[in-house]
């Protein structure tokens, strides 16, 4: 079916920057959206960020004029550019995509395995 992989996460100094990637794969016909979600321990999981296929993009308050998301739809991934990361900013980021697998076809949700932000203050 469709795969997402992300690479990027770490551990990161309070002000610093990560860059995140998220390169999908598999049986794809176009995909709509990608964003970048995250998840916090005892949190509920949140949208960070979003980028539709036109480029139009939204973000979370918290994080505006932090990140910055971007696509490369030629390679099917999504990148997640974090500036001044503070310790909020802490958690298992995960990457999504709404997927159409062949034309006609419904939009599906895939989703990828995580990848650990941390930042230390």
């Known amino acids: 079916q469709v795969q997402l992989v992300e690479s990027g996460g770490g551990l990161v100094q309070a002000g610093g920057s990560l860059r995140l990637s998220c390169a999908a794969s598999g049986r794809i016909f176009s995909i709509n959206v990608m964003g970048w979600y995250r998840q916090a321990p005892g949190k509920q999981r949140e949208l960070v960020a979003a980028i539709e296929k036109g480029r139009s993009t939204n973000y979370v308050d918290s994080v505006k004029g932090r990140f910055t998301i971007s696509r490369d739809n030629a390679k099917n991934t999504v990148y997640l550019q974090m500036n001044c990361l503070n310790p909020e900013d802490t958690a298992v980021y995960y990457c999504?995509?709404?997927?159409?697998?062949?034309?006609?076809?419904?939009?599906?949700?895939?989703w990828g395995q995580g990848t650990q932000v941390t930042v230390s203050s």
């Open positions: 999504n995509a709404r997927v159409v697998i062949a034309y006609g076809s419904i939009e599906n949700d895939y």
